[in-house]
């Protein structure tokens, strides 16, 4: 299958009761070990790419070339998207020109009529390739990758102004942070969010800062109305761990076990198994 927009699957999922994965990606590790895994487990997937994290890559045309390339070579059939994750106003239509074939505008830190004129420009462009776009109402607490957000809840009627623009997915901060959750953190706030289902008209909603939320949050997200979780952290602290495991052992002074493929792999495998522990979570396995 080719690489496409998320607005299908995410629709899927609203319908029936699953929410997608957003996994972030970082390497050619990252994006392979993704895609071995949801191709393993028949799940869409949506790529998701910051604006630092391309930059790192190389620039759009060079994410746009590694993905394309692998979901060839690995001869993935699920639907996979790859998805501009918190995208600036200029960054968004740098993506779109680029080849993403999904985009989120993330304007939560202008003034709410500034930000709607912003994300209807950009559904604009976007709509016109066929591209998805997610908005975002009340910023998601946190950091990532210099978008800092101070989590405050979203309000309903902005999120209602919003979802009758056309777009196709929108983040609505309910209490959920970018990065570790603090001891103390309260939790989601799922009146806000119940409020925000009943005025959205079924539009598909995304819940950012997926890891460390409990599964018995995630699944009630879900049931209202959430279907598309990002995760990225959890990836992040796997992968680092592992691979302080495989050096710690020595295992790089063993033979050629300092070849970036060995070197590598334990995190890579680590990883996966996340991937693997997130479908089983949000029910995408066999949706493709």
């Given at each position: 299958m080719a690489i496409v927009s998320a607005k299908e699957m995410l629709l899927k999922a609203r319908n029936e009761g699953y929410a997608v994965a957003q996994i972030n990606i970082n390497n050619l590790e990252w994006t392979k070990a993704v895609l071995q895994t949801v191709e393993e487990l028949k799940s869409p997937v949506i790529l998701g790419v910051s604006e630092g994290a391309a930059k790192y890559m190389g620039g759009y045309k060079t994410v746009v070339g590694l993905v394309q390339n692998l979901h060839d070579?690995?001869?993935?059939?699920?639907?996979?998207?790859?998805?501009?994750?918190?995208?600036?106003?200029?960054?968004?239509f740098q993506a779109l020109e680029a080849g993403f074939t999904s985009i989120m505008f993330d304007g939560s830190h202008y003034a709410f009529e500034e930000n709607l004129a912003k994300t209807k420009e950009v559904i604009a462009a976007c709509h016109a390739k066929g591209v998805s776009v997610e908005a975002e109402v009340g910023s998601i607490g946190g950091e990532e990758d210099g978008v800092i957000g101070t989590g405050e809840l979203a309000d309903p009627e902005e999120c209602r102004v919003i979802a009758a623009t056309g777009v196709d997915m929108f983040a609505a901060g309910?209490?959920?942070?970018?990065?570790?959750?603090?001891?103390?953190?309260?939790?989601?706030?799922?009146?806000?969010?119940?409020?925000?289902?009943?005025?959205?008209?079924?539009?598909?909603?995304?819940l950012h800062g997926?890891?460390?939320?409990?599964?018995?949050?995630?699944?009630?997200?879900?049931?209202?109305?959430?279907?598309?979780?990002?995760?990225?952290?959890?990836?992040?602290?796997?992968?680092?761990?592992?691979?302080?495991?495989?050096?710690?052992?020595?295992?790089?002074?063993?033979?050629?076990?300092?070849?970036?493929?060995?070197?590598?792999?334990?995190?890579?495998?680590?990883?996966?198994?996340?991937?693997?522990?997130?479908?089983?979570?949000?029910?995408?396995?066999?949706?493709?």
């Open positions: 070579f690995l001869k993935v059939t699920v639907p996979v998207a790859i998805h501009l994750d918190h995208g600036s106003y200029e960054g968004s309910i209490g959920n942070i970018h990065g570790k959750y603090p001891a103390n953190w309260k939790g989601l706030n799922f009146e806000v969010l119940a409020e925000i289902q009943k005025v959205t008209n079924n539009v598909p909603l995304v997926g890891t460390g939320i409990p599964g018995d949050m995630i699944q009630k997200a879900i049931s209202l109305g959430v279907s598309k979780i990002n995760v990225n952290t959890e990836l992040q602290l796997a992968f680092a761990d592992a691979t302080r495991k495989y050096i710690e052992a020595g295992k790089d002074l063993e033979s050629k076990g300092f070849d970036p493929r060995k070197l590598l792999n334990p995190g890579s495998e680590a990883m996966k198994q996340v991937v693997r522990d997130k479908i089983a979570l949000f029910g995408s396995a066999n949706k493709a």
